[in-house]
């Protein structure tokens, strides 16, 4: 299968939301509202200070995507790059997708020279991710992530 790994566009922002629609409603039953969704895309595009998209490509669709978002580490001097919001579509999955991806934000990673590691997160339920995020080389933090609604 011919996949290619880029860095998404603003031109991608409505299949971008599109797919964050599928996957809050696939991984978590929620609802989310359609303009708010394409306004959360717009936003990261907006404001190159919050991280970015990278998408697959297959036979011109867009079959996956991720968005990478940073935190500082004082103790590295340097940043952590958090995978965030990876969905690959239905018909594209257990083909590598998500794989390549990987392997296109590793080496990115690598040539920005002041990443100091990748991170995410996990839904304890989402047994299929945790076991493709082990493949990748992850493994579980001595962290426990806490959250607070505003």
């Given at each position: 299968m011919d996949v290619t790994v880029r860095k998404a566009m603003e031109d991608d922002a409505a299949v971008i939301?599109?797919?964050n629609i599928r996957m809050a409603y696939e991984t978590e039953g929620r609802v989310l509202d359609a303009d708010t969704a394409l306004k959360?895309?717009?936003g990261l595009f907006e404001d190159e200070s919050r991280g970015f998209y990278i998408v697959a490509e297959c036979k011109g669709e867009i079959a996956g995507q991720?968005?990478?978002?940073?935190?500082?580490?004082?103790?590295?001097c340097g940043s952590y790059w958090w995978i965030q919001s990876v969905y690959v579509r239905e018909d594209?999955?257990?083909?590598?997708?998500?794989?390549?991806?990987?392997?296109?934000?590793?080496?990115?990673?690598?040539?920005?020279?002041?990443?100091?590691?990748?991170?995410?997160?996990?839904?304890?339920?989402?047994?299929?991710?945790i076991e493709v995020y082990g493949r990748m080389g992850f493994s579980?933090?001595?962290?426990?992530?806490?959250?607070?609604?505003?």
């Open positions: 939301s599109g797919n959360g895309v717009l991720c968005m990478i978002t940073y935190e500082w580490s004082d103790w590295n594209f999955r257990r083909k590598g997708i998500f794989r390549k991806i990987y392997e296109f934000i590793a080496e990115l990673s690598v040539s920005e020279g002041d990443v100091c590691g990748l991170r995410l997160y996990v839904d304890d339920d989402n047994l299929n991710a579980r933090s001595h962290y426990l992530m806490f959250e607070k609604g505003l």
